[in-house]
């Protein structure tokens, strides 16, 4: 299996309503991220997972929080959200051995949040 | 500061003419490279990357990439284009100074008219 599943695809959430994105990849990838796309821009990077460690949070607002339940599965927990969160939530999983940062990432679909 | 740039929003190909995607960057040390194609409403799919090695480096779909390190370029190159390849295309480095985190360029959407 190659590849990365998120769910759900789609979902639409108002500014008081609690929500979660799920990410599951069952290639052994030990490394796990979260993505922010807006339209016609380069996906920002919010977070990164090693060995389901936070290695790295891009300063990102507390209204997002991520979890990593164990070494397949990566949540990405909504509450709060402003319109300007809007967006396409990327996920991507990539192996760590070998040179460090060497590996290439496999992304998931996406879903596609609207924030009313 | 590492930054990759790509100098055009987007790059129009007559099918069946060879097509480039110009990536160029700035690192301290020697860069890992990385090319990813996103088609419409989806997430962004692997091409190809450069580590170390030979210059030249294939990929999927038929695409390849040339490493200059004097001009610090790492252009995106196909000799044939099909219209299949209109998508956005990204170029990307990794962070020196963060192993997990690659850094993406804008992205060239490239456009092949048949």
């Known amino acids: 299996d190659t590849e990365v599943t998120q769910t759900p695809k789609h979902l639409v959430m108002g500014m008081t309503n609690k929500k979660s994105l799920k990410c599951e990849q069952h290639m052994g990838h030990r490394a796990m991220y979260w993505y922010k796309q807006k339209a016609k821009k380069p996906p920002e990077l919010m977070f990164v997972?090693?060995?389901?460690?936070?290695?790295i949070n891009e300063s990102v607002p507390s209204r997002f929080s991520p979890e990593c339940p164990n070494s397949s599965l990566l949540n990405l927990h909504l509450h709060a959200l402003q319109p300007e969160d809007s967006a396409l939530y990327l996920c991507?999983?990539?192996?760590?051995?070998?040179?460090?940062?060497?590996?290439?990432?496999?992304f998931g679909p996406g879903t596609r949040l609207t924030v009313l | 500061a590492q930054s990759v740039a790509q100098p055009e929003d987007q790059v129009n190909v007559a099918e069946g003419n060879p097509l480039t995607v110009k990536c160029t960057y700035s690192v301290s040390g020697n860069p890992y490279l990385f090319w990813y194609v996103q088609y419409p409403n989806r997430g962004l799919q692997f091409l190809l990357k450069?580590?170390?090695?030979?210059?030249l480096v294939k990929g999927s779909y038929g695409f390849e990439a040339e490493f200059n390190k004097s001009q610090t370029s790492f252009h995106l190159k196909k000799p044939s284009a099909l219209v299949s390849d209109s998508a956005l295309y990204f170029c990307?480095?990794?962070?020196?100074?963060?192993?997990?985190?690659?850094?993406f360029g804008k992205g060239t959407r490239l456009h092949i008219l048949p």
């Open positions: 997972y090693s060995y389901e460690k936070l290695s």
């Open positions: 990307a480095v990794r962070d020196m100074n963060r192993d997990d985190k690659i850094i």
């Open positions: 991507a999983s990539s192996h760590q051995v070998g040179l460090a940062g060497s590996n290439e990432q496999f």
């Open positions: 450069y580590i170390t090695g030979d210059n």
